[in-house]
């Protein structure tokens, strides 16, 4: 587990399979993909498949797993989704990636960051200074956890010092979402 940690090794798991990229990022993540808006919809009939899945990432030593689609409700989805439907939703995925020891990021919901700070253990963020959502997520620092995040238009120049003035570890990455290219607002540490 810890040479995967020091390697930054990731793995994306979707509900259809996986396939396995590097970052650069302080934890191994899992990022489980799920339908947006389908479990809170049709209440937990989806439980089991993502229960196997969470269960998988911690039987492969995985530190964390970064749900993704959690702010489902703030979206057009064509689901009839509601700010409490997605919160009792995340609280469920942060309740069962604990219960497996693991930490779990909150993915993007500035519109819930506040309240459901105290489940979850880091945020990942994405175009929070394009779209002017970054103080959302400010509470988690203020509660000395890392809020990482990402910019997939604006040039480094243009977020990088607000950034390391809010405490956040930033970078610029292609929407791609490939390993390469990124830059981060800061030169990596050697070794």
């Known amino acids: 587990m ?62 964390g797993v970064e749900p993704d689609n959690i702010a489902g409700w703030e979206n057009k989805t064509g689901f009839p989704l509601t700010r409490a439907d997605q919160r009792r939703y995340n609280l469920w995925i942060a309740r069962q990636v604990h219960q497996r020891g693991m930490a779990v990021a909150l993915k993007n919901d500035p519109g819930q960051a506040k309240e459901l700070l105290g489940s979850f253990d880091f945020a990942v963020v994405e175009e929070c200074f394009q779209y002017e959502e970054c103080d959302s997520f400010k509470p988690f620092v203020e509660a000395g956890k890392a809020v990482f995040e990402a910019e997939y238009e604006l040039p480094p120049a243009q977020f990088c010092g607000e950034a390391e003035s809010l405490g956040f570890a930033a970078i610029r990455k292609g929407l791609e979402l490939f390993a390469k290219p990124w830059e981060p607002c800061e030169p990596l540490p050697s070794g």
């Open 2 to 63: 810890k040479s995967k940690a020091k390697q930054g090794v990731g793995v994306r798991v979707s509900l259809k399979g996986f396939d396995r990229f590097r970052t650069k990022s302080a934890f191994t993540l899992v990022e489980l993909l799920v339908v947006v808006g389908v479990v809170a919809l049709l209440g937990m009939t989806l439980a089991p498949i993502m229960e196997k899945r969470i269960a998988m990432c911690a039987h492969k030593g995985f530190d």
